[in-house]
Nanobody, 125 residues
Framework: QVQLVENGGGSVSDGGSLRLSCAAS????????VGWFRQAPGKEREFVAA????????WYSDVAKGRFTISRDNAKGTVDLQMNSLKPEDTAIYYC??????????????????WGQGTQVIVSS
């Protein structure tokens, strides 16, 4: 059974940076795509970015473009999300998910089969 573990969350000030990491325990990301999603209190889970392990394809939501970068760390076997220029509205629990979505559905959490417990990101003004 694959378990996804997110790390790297924390509290930063407006304009700060954080790097989130997603690891797969009991499995790998080879042959899969990894999506980062977030959920703020009282809101639905929303797509942030996705990465296809084989090929390196990347997808970003409008809120992530230009500020966030998704990449893989071959040595650690993780998919990381570098978040720069953070804003208070980025405050949320960030989840990574593993699946095999087609390109048109990478933004849909329902197309992923596994997700982690999430890591909290708090951005203060």
């Amino acid at each position: 059974q694959v378990q996804l573990v997110e790390n790297g969350g924390g509290s930063v000030s407006d304009g700060g940076s954080l790097r989130l990491s997603c690891a797969a325990s009991g499995g790998t990301f080879s042959g899969y795509s990894v999506g980062w999603f977030r959920q703020a209190p009282g809101k639905e889970r929303e797509f942030v970015a996705a990465f296809r392990w084989s090929g390196g394809n990347q997808w970003y939501s409008d809120v992530a473009k230009g500020r966030f970068t998704i990449s893989r760390d071959n040595a650690k076997g993780t998919v990381d999300l570098q978040m720069n220029s953070l804003k208070p509205e980025d405050t949320a629990i960030y989840y990574c998910e593993r699946g095999r979505p087609i390109q048109s559905t990478v933004h849909l959490t329902a197309t992923y089969a596994y997700w982690g417990q999430g890591t909290q990101v708090i951005v203060s003004s």
